[in-house]
């Protein structure tokens, strides 16, 4: 069942280890609780704003805002706009609001010195090293500029802040954990669970092998590990990031093994995994970011994948001709 235009205001634990949900029915301003076995957790993680910490940003005299309230280029028309981060929003927004800007500068912690400056396909696009210090905008690899408007493109936090555990489940800088392959904290599974946390993904299909996941074990169709098994895997886990070097706030960033961790899944579903051609278009569409969002797709040879995915869809429903789909 869905209730719309409920809001919950808190998921607790009660005696006998099920789930005490309070909600507000926004409507009619009815506030209530029920109690349930288990409760999963899949309110998204694109509402919370993060922020780039740059010294000399609360004196900065010009616009700041984040790309969640970015909408249409037109605002930014003869101005001068300074992006913070260089992942999907930021390459998606510089190259939407170039056509109108007079100057595009993209600040990027993680990018190698051969690709600083101006950028392939655009006149008016630079990118740099990350910003250095503010009044005039000044950037680690030297270069000053004077900027108008300064885009946070700099992603989200994780948010609960219904959710009490005692404890049990903290984000620590964004973090959410101990979880057990990104979705079971070990110590109170399978009665809690997390839906939709790994980012850089294709999401819907991540999302589907989860749900299908949880729902397997809550019905005892699938087994889980003892906790002290799950916590030992969730500590090399943590383990293995360290040792690789990779900070703590990008422990949900599973880009590097999206495919291999939805096999998984598929594996205990005992589903179909990934198929070959999605996994190609991934790769071929992910092979320059730093490019016209709007040409991509008419520079690659999409249609014998196109093809597989027909004869994969129809293995599964049937007759469908390709103009029916």
């Known amino acids: 069942m869905v209730r719309f235009e409920t809001e919950v205001v808190r998921v607790g634990m009660v005696e006998g280890g099920k789930w005490e949900v309070k909600w507000r029915a926004l409507e009619k301003r009815v506030d209530a609780d029920e109690v349930f076995d288990a409760v999963v957790i899949c309110n998204g993680h694109y509402t919370e704003r993060r922020l780039a910490f740059i010294p000399g940003i609360d004196?900065?005299?010009?616009?700041?805002m984040h790309s969640h309230n970015y909408h249409v280029p037109e605002p930014f028309r003869d101005q001068v706009v300074i992006l913070i981060g260089s992942s999907a929003s930021a390459v998606d927004i510089s190259g939407d609001i170039a056509g109108v800007a007079k100057e595009v500068h993209v600040a990027s912690r993680s990018v190698a010195d051969q690709t600083l400056g101006k950028q392939p396909g655009y006149e008016n696009i630079w990118l740099h090293s990350m910003v250095k210090a503010l009044i005039t905008v000044a950037f680690q690899?030297?270069?000053?500029?004077?900027?108008?408007?300064?885009?946070?493109?700099?992603?989200?936090?994780?948010?609960?802040?219904?959710?009490?555990?005692?404890?049990?489940?903290?984000?620590?800088?964004?973090?959410?954990g101990p979880l057990y392959q990104h979705v079971f904290p070990p110590a109170l599974a399978p009665w809690l669970s997390f839906v939709g946390l790994p980012w850089k993904v294709i999401p819907f299909p991540l999302f589907e092998y989860q749900s299908k996941w949880i729902a397997?074990?809550?019905?005892?169709?699938?087994?889980?590990?003892?906790?002290?098994?799950m916590m030992n895997s969730v500590e090399a886990?943590?383990?293995k990031l360290g040792a690789s070097?990779?900070?703590?706030?990008?422990?949900?960033?599973?880009?590097?093994?999206?495919?291999?961790?939805?096999?998984?899944?598929?594996?205990?579903?005992?589903?179909?995994?990934?198929?070959?051609?999605?996994?190609?278009?991934?790769?071929?569409?992910?092979?320059?970011?730093?490019?016209?969002?709007?040409?991509?797709?008419?520079?690659?040879?999409?249609?014998?994948?196109?093809?597989?995915?027909?004869?994969?869809?129809?293995?599964?429903?049937?007759?469908l001709s390709i103009s029916e789909l």
């Open 59 to 64: 004196e900065w005299p010009g616009k700041q």
């Open 141 to 176: 690899d030297g270069s000053v500029v004077r900027a108008e408007v300064i885009m946070n493109c700099t992603g989200y936090k994780y948010h609960f802040p219904f959710l009490e555990t005692n404890g049990t489940v903290t984000v620590d800088d964004n973090r959410v």
């Open 216 to 229: 397997g074990v809550l019905s005892g169709r699938i087994p889980l590990p003892s906790k002290e098994k």
């Open 237 to 239: 886990f943590y383990t």
């Open 245 to 319: 070097g990779i900070p703590k706030h990008y422990t949900h960033n599973t880009i590097a093994y999206q495919f291999e961790y939805n096999d998984c899944l598929a594996g205990q579903c005992g589903c179909a995994g990934t198929e070959e051609w999605r996994k190609q278009m991934f790769i071929e569409s992910s092979k320059s970011r730093m490019i016209k969002p709007d040409t991509f797709r008419d520079e690659w040879e999409y249609h014998e994948w196109i093809l597989k995915a027909h004869e994969d869809f129809q293995a599964v429903c049937g007759h």
